[in-house]
């Protein structure tokens, strides 16, 4: 089994910075890729940024140029620098992981509990 431990929500006004850490851990043999997703009250869970175990990325428009993904392969750790932040950002942010656990013969999704970030205007 993966666990996913995701640290670093609270509450920040806007144009001010927070910074997400995410780490996994268990019977891990490797992971493809990590991520950040998050849901807003009465909304859709949302791909917010994602960075493969090469370091591609990839962001979702709305927080293009104002987060940071960055991941620390040997700690199995991702993180998000997120800056200029916007009422908008509010939202429960989960942690994902595309990983593959002693035991499987594939990999699959596994997910974090999530932490809270609100930015008051």
């Known amino acids: 089994q993966v666990q996913l431990v995701e640290s670093g929500g609270g509450l920040v006004q806007a144009g001010g910075s927070l910074r997400l850490s995410c780490a996994a851990s268990g019977s891990i043999l490797s992971i493809k890729a990590m991520g950040w997703y998050r849901q807003a009250p009465g909304k859709q869970r949302e791909l917010v940024a994602r960075?493969?175990?090469?370091?591609?990325?990839n962001y979702a428009d709305s927080v293009k140029g104002r987060f940071t993904i960055s991941r620390e392969n040997a700690k199995n750790t991702v993180y998000l620098q997120m800056n200029s932040l916007k009422p908008e950002d509010t939202a429960v942010y989960y942690c994902?992981?595309?990983?593959?656990?002693?035991?499987?013969?594939?990999?699959?999704?596994?997910w974090g509990q999530g932490t809270q970030v609100t930015v008051s205007s």
């Open positions: 994902n992981a595309d990983a593959l656990g002693s035991g499987s013969s594939y990999s699959r999704m596994y």
């Open positions: 960075i493969t175990s090469g370091s591609t990325t």
